[in-house]
């Protein structure tokens, strides 16, 4: 079998849109060399090619899950129907309790081959057993930014002494830039009210000693926020910023209760927020003001949270959520446009990655590409793309997810995965975590 690292694959008369994903679609061609994108033009390219797919197929850059937490498939429906303080605490804490390595890696498999089927070619994920997900991520051949969530209580504890810092430390060490770099390891507070002063500034300070990407939960419900203005005396995005914790690197899970001050601080500081609608909404904490953060200058990204809370890992239906749901909040129609959004689930989850080159179909770029089949009854002809791609195409649609130029998923059938072992594996696993209850 021919070298992957030589593969040369020809996207032959396929739609994409405009470079402002505009209402316009034009047919072309995209040759992809290994994993780079080296033509992009509606003159057929010369040369031979390892494989030719043609099709009435729409190719869309990549899709990035900007805040996951993949091994939480396990508890998937767990606790529903709670709000976040008493779904911690009731439902997840307690069963998160009982995780296993082997359990996080099945898991972790399991939601990978969720998000690949979705057209998503990464996703950042901050949980614990992070080299299990990683071993996932790197057999399944999709992205990942992995961060080991770190949590102190104890103010006279010495940071540089916690376990869980020495597993960063190491997941960093063992982990970052594996798979021709589709494995960064980043660090992760998992929130302010969950962490000492002085760890926050011991993780953000080892971050910068290592040149490395910062995941935290930012502002996600009110009394959280409310919570941290009564003991410091400022909002949880002034009191990380104190700490050194905001940044380039930094990816903000949620921002529901941002201030205006904060979100100025945010676009600063250059820090990128991740919009979780569907969880926000299914555990009542609230709608993040999407309008104001992107008026503001902040980079936002979109997010599916764990499936625990969502419960779909599609983060293109996020998208879609997005796209209507500020449209109802605001009254005004207009008032978030479907073009705008598509970059927050392509160049701005890139850019909250830290990936260079990557998140557009243009030359030099990764070929990371999420493919739609156009020739369903409801999809078969459009008038304005962008409408289409937002309010009618769905996650189902997606016929081909590519990342590096590798094909991982071609109507219906994993090229990495053997999905009937995962199914039958997750299945059996889940009847004896939950004592025979999940037949």
């Not at 995005?237 to 104190?242: E, I, M, S």
């Amino acid at each position: 079998r021919k070298d992957f690292n030589l593969m040369r694959l020809l996207f032959s008369d396929v739609l994409v849109t405009d470079e402002n994903h505009e209402n316009h679609a034009k047919h072309v061609n995209i040759a992809v060399i290994g994993n780079t994108v080296e033509y992009v033009g509606e003159a057929r390219p010369e040369g031979e090619f390892d494989r030719v797919i043609s099709g009435n197929y729409l190719v869309m850059p990549g899709f990035y899950n900007a805040h996951c937490h993949s091994a939480m498939t396990l508890f998937r429906g767990l606790g529903g129907d709670l709000p976040l303080k008493r779904w911690l605490d009731e439902a997840i804490l307690p069963a998160e309790d009982r995780l296993t390595p082997e359990l996080v890696r099945l898991f972790s498999t399991e939601a990978i081959a969720e998000m690949i089927a979705c057209g998503t070619v990464a996703f950042s994920d901050m949980y614990f057993s992070c080299a299990d997900t990683a071993r996932a991520a790197l057999d399944s051949g999709i992205k990942l930014n992995i961060a080991r969530s770190v949590v102190s209580f104890d103010e006279n504890a010495d940071p540089a002494s916690d376990s869980r810092v020495a597993e960063a430390l190491e997941l960093y060490r063992e982990w970052n830039g594996e798979g021709d770099g589709r494995i960064k390891v980043d660090f992760s507070l998992h929130a302010e009210y969950t962490n000492t002063p002085r760890m926050c500034e011991y993780l953000a300070d080892l971050a910068h000693k290592y040149d490395a990407g910062m995941q935290i939960h930012l502002s996600e419900t009110e009394g959280e926020h409310l919570r941290c203005i009564e003991k410091y005396s400022v909002t949880p995005a002034a009191f990380f910023a104190a700490r050194g914790v905001l940044g380039k690197k930094t990816s903000c899970a949620h921002g529901v209760w941002v201030s205006d001050d904060d979100i100025a601080l945010l676009a600063e500081s250059g820090t990128s927020v991740v919009h979780c609608p569907r969880s926000n909404l299914k555990l009542g904490s609230g709608v993040a003001p999407l309008e104001k953060l992107m008026n503001g200058g902040v980079n936002v990204a979109l997010g599916t949270d764990g499936a625990a809370s969502n419960n779909r890992l599609s983060v293109f239906d996020e998208y879609s959520l997005a796209a209507l749901l500020h449209k109802g909040i605001s009254k005004k129609a207009d008032s978030v446009c479907a073009p705008s959004l598509l970059p927050l689930i392509s160049e701005n989850g890139a850019i909250s990655q830290q990936r260079e080159n990557c998140g557009k179909i243009k030359e030099g770029y990764r070929a990371d590409f999420a493919v739609f089949d156009l020739d369903s009854l409801h999809s078969c002809f459009e008038r304005d793309i962008a409408d289409l791609f937002a309010y009618t195409l769905s996650s189902a649609d997606v016929c081909m997810t590519v990342v590096d130029g590798k094909i991982l998923y071609e109507n219906g059938e994993y090229t990495t995965i053997d999905a009937e072992k995962l199914k039958y594996d997750v299945r059996k696993a889940a009847d004896v975590f939950y004592g025979g209850t999940n037949s």
